[in-house]
């Protein structure tokens, strides 16, 4: 019920920024919340942020918190990641992901979410 494509990667030096945007198109009257995972080489995808259907509540993974920011806007129905001071270690694919149902704090296990994007690449060099 929910379509969600994520764009806005590419490379980067450490230290720069990126932005990721997500399209989520719905067909239910149920809001949802939204999050983003990543997942590099050899490791399981990992959460990165999460944010509720009104916007008003975020989470952040620690790896993440003071650098990366999450953000949606439901009347463009889309949902950023302002990434900053991007390290090597953010190397990864992006996934964008949405639950339906869920309008307070947001879930930030990956088990939790119902529908993904089909991810975009970020690679920080260093």
């Known amino acids: 019920q929910v379509q969600v494509v994520e764009s806005g990667g590419g490379l980067v030096q450490a230290g720069g920024s990126l932005r990721l945007s997500c399209a989520a198109s719905a067909r239910t009257f149920s809001g949802y919340a939204m999050g983003w995972f990543r997942q590099a080489p050899q490791k399981e995808r990992e959460f990165v942020a999460a944010i509720s259907w009104s916007g008003g509540n975020t989470h952040y993974a620690d790896s993440v918190k003071g650098r990366f920011t999450i953000s949606r806007d439901n009347a463009k129905n889309t949902v950023h990641l302002q990434m900053t001071s991007l390290k090597p270690e953010d190397t990864a694919v992006y996934y964008c992901?949405?639950?339906?149902?869920?309008?307070?704090?947001?879930?930030?296990?990956?088990?939790?979410?119902?529908?993904w994007g089909q991810g975009t690449q970020v690679t920080v060099s260093s």
């Open positions: 992901a949405a639950r339906l149902g869920v309008y307070g704090s947001p879930p930030f296990s990956r088990y939790e979410y119902d529908y």
